[in-house]
């Protein structure tokens, strides 16, 4: 028995693999490999994790396949240059203000490029059996007392311990990527026991153990992300003991903890985020880590307001709504021209998530006003926006920062935003449509507010009041139709980049409710024609 045991053992680590792969180290039929002894029968070989992000972005870009889903806007600079970075198998430093998405890339990395890996189950440092030397794997089965032959730690001692107990049974479960991604955010409570792992005095006590006995120690977050993507947020913000502490990682793969006389290898890839204020300024990252990490990729906000819309959509958590295409548009630009803002601190920057929020609080706000006292599908309106000043995230760098002067600035934002979009919708609209416009709102007004629903049997709804305002309510109908196709056009550009669409897409239920925004939108864009026709007094519409 101990020499078929012996023979099987030999087999697996010396032989090639009995299996064809489907990704990087995986079986085409893994999920029925449950046990070790199922692994040892196929000749199981372990990825490392580096290599199976090569090898599976290889596999990718054959194919055409989506290799960074969700990742928007970065196809011309950031994204060869992370497709070049996994090739090389570096570990990477990406550089970038807030909200550019540094660490949704870490992630997107891990959950679509890592392959499922076979791990003994409840394993907290994702050991897989053939992490263990064969004599070592075989000195478990046959329950022989670990004389710890090389001063280097394999795996657990839980998973030992499992291997002796449960022998070729020992189970084992397939777990992917996106559960072997390891997230810190660097704070100045982060502790170097925190990222290495410490020897615990209390296992030391309660078990008898000496000190160099692999029992004693307790993993880190470093061996928590074995076999995986272990991804270190604003790295710069690290004391530099604690970055010490990373450079033999980076440097050889392993590391050492204190006087502890064990070497360990997690085997992870390893990222990194900065900002570049952090990333600049000397001995925020000491000059050893800095050149260890070999890859530096800077990232940057959206660059055209058709990605920002994207972005927009694919990460707001909303209700059942519908968005209007226009709507989607004045967010967007509210927050691109804040980048471009003297008034605002360019190097603090500002995020996405402020059009995100504000996006979230347009579709709370259409229900607070209109759509739950009425039961009707919330429809953010022009006349809803300014809500937004609860988003107002950003940094004053010529005023006072004070709450005051950033409402100012963003209500400034909003207009212009206002402005240029509504303008953008009565483009091209017939000379004789304004004439008769002005002819009408002779000695009349409109009245708009975010009460005022579009159609009921209230006068001062919109539709009783477009009776008095034919040419008004032909404006209308040109930009309806204009609005419906550039929303066709952009769910279309949606589903291309795996973007949620549901709040897009129209319904006859939003019919009403997007006349009224369409409606605000004109009068908006009237009050902005040169020479303008109509103004605007306390949400009172009038001749001009």
Not at 227 to 233: E, M, V, Y
Not at 290 to 301: A, E, F, W
Not at 348 to 373: F, P
């Amino acid at each position: 028995m101990a020499q078929d045991l012996e023979n099987l053992i030999n087999r697996s680590y010396n032989l090639e693999p009995k299996y064809t792969e489907i990704m990087a180290g995986v079986p085409e039929d893994y999920k029925q490999v449950k046990a070790l002894g199922d692994l040892l029968e196929i000749n199981y070989k372990i990825v490392g994790s580096k290599e199976q992000l090569r090898r599976n972005l290889i596999s990718k870009i054959k194919t055409n396949g989506i290799k960074y889903p969700g990742i928007i806007g970065f196809d011309g600079d950031v994204i060869p240059s992370l497709d070049r970075a996994i090739l090389s198998c570096h570990d990477v430093i990406l550089v970038g203000q807030i909200g550019q998405a540094k660490t949704r890339i870490a992630q997107t990395i891990a959950e679509n490029l890592l392959s499922p890996m076979p791990v003994i189950r409840g394993s907290i440092t994702n050991d897989c059996p053939m992490d263990l030397p064969s004599h070592e794997l075989l000195s478990l089965l046959q329950d022989e007392e670990n004389t710890m032959s090389s001063p280097r730690f394999y795996m657990d001692s839980s998973s030992m311990e499992k291997i002796r107990n449960h022998k070729l049974e020992t189970p084992i479960e397939w777990i992917s990527g996106k559960d072997r991604f390891k997230y810190v955010l660097a704070t100045p409570d982060i502790s170097v026991k925190d990222l290495v792992g410490q020897i615990d005095a209390i296992k030391i006590t309660k078990k008898g153990k000496e000190m160099y006995e692999i029992e004693s120690y307790s993993p880190g977050q470093l061996m928590q992300a074995k076999h995986g993507l272990f991804c270190i947020d604003e790295l710069p913000v690290l004391d530099t003991r604690k970055q010490v502490s990373l450079l033999s990682v980076l440097q050889e793969g392993r590391f050492t903890t204190g006087a502890y006389p064990v070497i360990f290898e997690p085997k992870t890839a390893f990222f990194a985020t900065a900002n570049p204020i952090d990333y600049t300024h000397a001995g925020k990252i000491i000059e050893p880590l800095y050149d260890r990490l070999k890859s530096h990729i800077h990232t940057h906000y959206p660059k055209t307001l058709n990605h920002e819309m994207l972005i927009i959509a694919q990460e707001s958590k909303i209700p059942k709504s519908f968005i209007p295409i226009f709507m989607l548009k004045m967010l967007a630009r509210v927050t691109q021209n804040a980048r471009s803002n003297h008034e605002i601190n360019q190097d603090k920057g500002v995020s996405v998530r402020m059009s995100i929020h504000s996006l979230e609080l347009l579709v709370g706000e259409a229900e607070r006003t209109r759509s739950l006292s009425h039961n009707i599908l919330p429809v953010p309106r022009p006349s809803d926006i300014y809500c937004m000043e609860q988003c107002a995230k950003f940094e004053l760098a010529e005023l006072d920062d004070t709450a005051e002067n950033r409402q100012k600035t963003l209500k400034n934002l909003i207009d212009i935003a206002m402005k240029d979009t509504s303008l953008e919708y009565i483009e091209g609209i017939e000379q004789s449509i304004f004439d008769a416009i002005k002819t009408e709102f002779a000695g009349k007004t409109f009245l708009v507010s975010q009460e005022i629903l579009g159609s009921n049997s209230l006068e001062t709804s919109y539709e009783n009041q477009l009776r008095n305002f034919r040419s008004i309510s032909s404006l209308v109908d040109k930009i309806y139709q204009k609005a419906l196709c550039e929303q066709s056009e952009f769910v279309n550009q949606a589903k291309k980049h795996n973007v949620h669409q549901d709040s897009m897409v129209f319904s006859e239920m939003a019919h009403h409710e997007l006349r009224s925004a369409i409606l605000e939108l004109a009068l908006d864009g009237l009050c902005n024609v040169e020479p303008k026709i109509l103004d605007k007094k306390e949400g009172v519409y009038i001749a001009a």
